[in-house]
């Protein structure tokens, strides 16, 4: 009898191991499969069953969660939804997140490890959202959005000392608070923003890029001064006027008088096309390859932490196209970011900061989880050109291009530039300006800026940018110095 009780607790024994076994199996090995599977509502029903951590700026939050009382619970709410639309994104139950929502959405859903106390990894349980903090600062990001009027164009602005994102303006914009929840009402209102020719979910800030035209010079400038091409910003250059392409009889035209033969600081401050596209030339592609480089062209791995779209600079090319390339055309494609990034190199002395949109992200008390800080992302040019490059910036606002710039009491550089468009240049020029600003009594630039206006009305070519995005640059670089 013994003998068949204890072979009885030994098969107990067995099937209570394997039981264990697969348990163990399926809480650790297949939890996230199983989490995963689309078949799986536990996971949706419990990522809505609770309302969503919060975005802020300023220590303001510009999101929230409504309860609905529905399966899917909570509903993500925007305030301001079209301003900080090109920061936030959208947090949808039928479309999914974008932007700041999808980079930051573990710890903004409650998933993330790090809001996880120790015993929290072994219990699964979905712990409450944490808030996502930005460096975004209200004034600035008001004043690009009032500057741009809801024309077609886009507004970037840093902190060349440390490359804080100040604002991020696309325009024009949309609530993203129209794609939160489900049913008709969400389905037509994706339907009718995909559907608009102005494309208002377009992140123009960070997702498009432009030819940047005569905003360019400034890189080619920095290419020239760090290579040996040009020793002194003053003496005259070899260029003649008209300059013809090399290798082709196509003279390339200059919109303002004296360009023959005129120095890069002339080149500069009235827009001297010859002198640009025979400095670029005379450096050569692979010196301009590596100053492009430096500024941040060609990383498809800049993130912040949404993905930025990729500047190009062509890697082939021919002499007479590099000409082109060297004063913003030919193939020639930037971000507003990446150029607010030229201008903040110029304004920190050479060295530009990695550009960053989250300071740090927390729990729901308020704890900090992560934290991101000033670093540096390239050495973008020597100081010496960079100081030589400010004083030539801040001659284009002072008695070039760039007067609709200025402020009074402060120091301003800035740069303009008009990018061709369309088949035939028969579309609308891209109007750019780019710029920094510094206060009177400080030691450093406050504040770095990219303008670019998409339809803007222009009968000369540099006067565009200095006429239709200069005012915007000048009203961003306003706030910023206000605060």
Same mark, same amino acid.
């Given at each position: 009898?013994?003998?068949?009780?204890?072979?009885?607790?030994?098969?107990?024994?067995?099937?209570?191991?394997?039981?264990?076994?697969?348990?163990?199996?399926?809480?650790?090995?297949?939890?996230?499969?199983?989490?995963?599977?689309?078949?799986?509502?536990?996971?949706?029903?419990?990522?809505?069953?609770?309302?969503?951590?919060?975005?802020?700026?300023?220590?303001?939050?510009?999101?929230?969660?409504?309860?609905?009382?529905?399966?899917?619970?909570?509903?993500?709410?925007?305030?301001?939804?079209?301003?900080?639309?090109?920061?936030?994104?959208?947090?949808?139950?039928?479309?999914?997140?974008?932007?700041?929502?999808?980079?930051?959405?573990?710890?903004?859903?409650?998933?993330?490890?790090?809001?996880?106390?120790?015993?929290?990894?072994?219990?699964?349980?979905?712990?409450?959202?944490?808030?996502?903090?930005? +460096?975004?600062? &209200?004034?600035?990001?008001? *004043?690009?959005?009032? #500057?741009? =009027?809801?024309?077609?164009? @886009? !507004?970037?602005?840093?902190?060349?000392?440390?490359?804080?994102?100040?604002?991020?303006?696309?325009?024009?914009?949309?609530?993203?608070?129209?794609?939160?929840?489900?049913?008709?009402?969400?389905?037509?209102?994706?339907?009718?923003?995909?559907?608009?020719?102005?494309?208002?979910?377009?992140?123009?800030?960070?997702?498009?890029?432009?030819?940047?035209?005569?905003?360019?010079?400034?890189?080619?400038?920095?290419?020239?001064?760090?290579?040996?091409?040009?020793?002194?910003?003053?003496?005259?250059?070899?260029?003649?006027?008209?300059?013809?392409?090399?290798? +082709?009889?196509? &003279?390339?035209?200059?919109? *303002?008088?004296?360009? #023959?033969? =005129?120095?890069?600081?002339? @080149? !500069?401050?009235?827009?001297?096309?010859?002198?640009?596209?025979?400095?670029?030339?005379?450096?050569?592609?692979?010196?301009?390859?590596?100053?492009?480089?430096?500024?941040?062209?060609?990383?498809?791995?800049?993130?912040?932490?949404?993905?930025?779209?990729?500047?190009?600079?062509?890697?082939?090319?021919?002499?007479?196209?590099?000409?082109?390339?060297?004063?913003?055309?030919?193939?020639?494609?930037?971000?507003?970011?990446?150029?607010?990034?030229?201008?903040?190199?110029?304004?920190?002395?050479?060295?530009?900061?990695?550009?960053?949109?989250?300071?740090? +992200?927390?729990? &729901?008390?308020?704890?900090?989880?992560?934290?991101? #800080?000033?670093?540096?992302?390239?050495? @973008?040019?020597?100081?010496?050109?960079?100081?030589?490059?400010?004083?030539?910036?801040?001659?284009?606002?002072?008695?070039?291009?760039?007067?609709?710039?200025?402020?009074?009491?402060?120091?301003?550089?800035?740069?303009?530039?008009?990018?061709?468009?369309?088949?035939?240049?028969?579309?609308?020029?891209?109007?750019?300006?780019?710029?920094?600003?510094?206060?009177?009594?400080?030691?450093?630039?406050?504040?770095?800026?990219?303008?670019?206006?998409?339809?803007?009305?222009?009968?000369?070519?540099?006067?565009?940018?200095?006429?239709?995005?200069?005012?915007?640059?000048?009203?961003?670089?306003?706030?910023?110095?206000?605060?």
């Amino acid at each position: 009898m013994i003998r068949y009780i204890r072979r009885a607790a030994a098969c107990c024994l067995l099937l209570l191991v394997a039981l264990l076994v697969n348990a163990a199996r399926v809480q650790v090995l297949q939890a996230d499969a199983l989490d995963a599977d689309p078949a799986n509502r536990r996971t949706t029903l419990a990522r809505y069953g609770q309302p969503r951590g919060d975005i802020l700026v300023e220590g303001d939050a510009v999101t929230g969660s409504k309860d609905t009382g529905q399966p899917l619970r909570y509903e993500r709410t925007y305030t301001d939804g079209p301003l900080y639309a090109p920061i936030t994104g959208y947090a949808s139950q039928v479309y999914g997140t974008t932007l700041v929502e999808a980079a930051e959405d573990p710890v903004l859903s409650g998933t993330s490890p790090l809001l996880k106390p120790l015993w929290g990894g072994l219990t699964r349980k979905r712990q409450r959202g944490g808030d996502a903090v930005t +460096t975004i600062r &209200a004034g600035v990001q008001r *004043a690009a959005y009032r #500057g741009l =009027a809801g024309r077609r164009g @886009a !507004v970037a602005a840093l902190e060349p000392g440390t490359g804080r994102i100040l604002a991020l303006v696309s325009s024009p914009s949309y609530d993203p608070g129209r794609l939160s929840g489900t049913g008709r009402a969400v389905k037509g209102a994706w339907a009718a923003l995909n559907a608009d020719p102005d494309q208002p979910m377009l992140d123009r800030a960070i997702r498009q890029t432009y030819p940047p035209g005569s905003a360019f010079k400034i890189v080619t400038a920095a290419a020239a001064l760090d290579a040996g091409a040009v020793t002194d910003v003053d003496a005259p250059t070899t260029t003649p006027d008209p300059y013809v392409l090399p290798g +082709t009889t196509t &003279a390339l035209p200059n919109e *303002a008088d004296g360009c #023959g033969k =005129a120095s890069l600081a002339y @080149a !500069v401050v009235v827009s001297c096309n010859s002198v640009m596209a025979h400095l670029g030339v005379k450096v050569g592609l692979p010196g301009i390859l590596e100053a492009v480089g430096r500024f941040g062209f060609n990383d498809t791995r800049l993130r912040i932490p949404s993905g930025v779209a990729r500047s190009n600079f062509d890697r082939k090319m021919g002499p007479d196209q590099l000409a082109l390339s060297s004063i913003g055309q030919f193939d020639t494609t930037a971000t507003p970011l990446q150029m607010a990034m030229v201008a903040a190199a110029v304004a920190n002395g050479g060295e530009l900061k990695y550009p960053y949109l989250v300071e740090r +992200t927390t729990t &729901a008390r308020g704890t900090t989880v992560a934290q991101n #800080g000033p670093r540096t992302y390239r050495q @973008a040019m020597n100081p010496t050109t960079a100081a030589q490059l400010q004083r030539l910036m801040v001659d284009v606002v002072e008695k070039g291009t760039g007067t609709n710039a200025a402020i009074p009491g402060a120091k301003v550089g800035g740069k303009t530039g008009t990018a061709q468009n369309g088949v035939g240049n028969r579309g609308h020029p891209y109007a750019w300006f780019i710029s920094w600003a510094q206060a009177a009594d400080a030691g450093q630039p406050a504040v770095a800026v990219a303008v670019v206006v998409e339809d803007a009305e222009a009968n000369r070519a540099d006067i565009s940018g200095g006429g239709d995005a200069a005012p915007i640059a000048k009203a961003v670089m306003e706030a910023a110095l206000a605060e």
